[in-house]
């Protein structure tokens, strides 16, 4: 491991942070809750506001009236839409691949703390071929959703690191707090959900708007 690096684990978000999945989310919400509820009036704000919880979460968070089963359902209803049919595209930012490329390279440790379920992330993970990149990878379905700090906690303690050691990199307000409350470092991103002025509000490390700023970024600190 370098030890001239700022740190030694850089733990990134998935959707809006390496991949450009945001449409494809939100119509998948909006399929999943028309097909159980019969109408999502929900606007494409409100939907795009819930990327990074976890799902179940994201559901009760759009429709806090809906009964137990009618949230099982809409998780099921989703899953089926962004697993099989959605013709949504969602592919890797630009620069994403050959970004990470280069900090394995430099020594980074690399991983994935994400609002997906296990079942989606391996499918992504598979479909761009990035699995090998990541030493650990949470999901929220295999633990408690973000901005809970635990995803982050399991990490490290797998990892045998300590929360100086990492650096949580994220596009949602999620993110920064889950960071936030591991007492980790935390830098936002401001083109996928949510606005740098969001990000900014937890006092992050910086914020950048393209992928491909990162590793120059890392090299300043």
Not at 157 to 184: H, P, R, V
Not at 185 to 207: F, I, N, Q, T
Request: net charge negative.
């Amino acid at each position: 491991m370098n030890t001239s690096l700022p740190y030694k684990l850089l733990i990134f978000d998935w959707d809006g942070t390496l991949m450009d999945s945001v449409a494809r989310i939100v119509d998948c919400l909006r399929k999943a809750s028309e097909q159980v509820l019969g109408e999502e009036n929900r606007t494409e704000h409100e939907l795009k506001d819930v990327i990074g919880l976890g799902l179940r979460e994201a559901l009760v968070q759009l429709h806090p009236q809906a009964s137990e089963e009618q949230v099982k359902a809409m998780s099921v209803a989703y899953r089926y839409q962004y697993m099989e049919v959605n013709p949504t595209s969602s592919v890797l930012f630009d620069g994403a691949e050959a970004t990470l490329a280069a900090l394995e390279e430099k020594g980074y440790w690399l991983a994935v703390a994400t609002g997906k379920g296990r079942q989606g992330l391996d499918q992504v993970l598979e479909l761009t071929g990035l699995g090998p990149r990541f030493h650990i990878t949470r999901c929220a379905s295999e633990t408690f959703s973000k901005p809970h700090p635990l995803m982050l906690e399991e990490i490290l303690e797998q990892l045998g690191l300590s929360a100086a050691d990492a650096l949580m990199i994220g596009d949602t307000e999620y993110d920064m707090e889950m960071a936030k409350n591991a007492s980790m470092d935390r830098l936002g991103v401001s083109y996928g959900v949510h606005p740098a002025e969001r990000l900014m509000k937890h006092k992050p490390v910086g914020c950048i708007n393209n992928i491909l700023h990162l590793s120059q970024f890392l090299q300043k600190l």
